[in-house]
Nanobody, 120 residues
Framework: VQLQACGGGLVQAGGSLRLSCAAS????????MGWYRQTPGKQRELVAT???????NDADSVKGRFTISRDNAKNTVYLQMNSLKPEDTAVYYC???????????????WGQGTQVTVSS
């Protein structure tokens, strides 16, 4: 399974960006999808996750500003980021927990990361 993320870039504070991440390969179902971010010298941190039933979990730092969503038919997860702040600057990684064959143990996959830079 490969995850292809896109949508990062440079934006001014207060602006918006939309990230997307599509999975391809042998996929029976995708359980949890999520976005994480990382800055130099720090651990990767949770931004938001969404279950197959669209139950979401957002980090406190992004509540009310970021919205995660998914399209199960397209095996794609999105992250709409509004009211961006300089502290949101990071490399954003998508993650998916994929079941290749029904009844088997799901496996976790990561995308390649996409840079988001918010200028003040």
């Amino acid at each position: 399974v490969q995850l292809q993320a896109c949508g990062g870039g440079l934006v001014q504070a207060g602006g918006s960006l939309r990230l997307s991440c599509a999975a391809s390969g042998t996929i029976s179902s995708i359980n949890r999808m999520g976005w994480y971010r990382q800055t130099p010298g720090k651990q990767r941190e949770l931004v938001a996750t969404i279950t197959r039933d669209s139950i979401t979990n957002d980090a406190d730092s992004v509540k009310g500003r970021f919205t995660i969503s998914r399209d199960n038919a397209k095996n794609t997860v999105y992250l709409q980021m509004n009211s961006l702040k300089p502290e949101d600057t990071a490399v954003y990684y998508c993650n998916m927990v994929v079941q290749h064959i029904p009844g088997t143990v799901p496996l976790s996959y990561w995308g390649q990361g996409t840079q988001v830079t918010v200028s003040s």
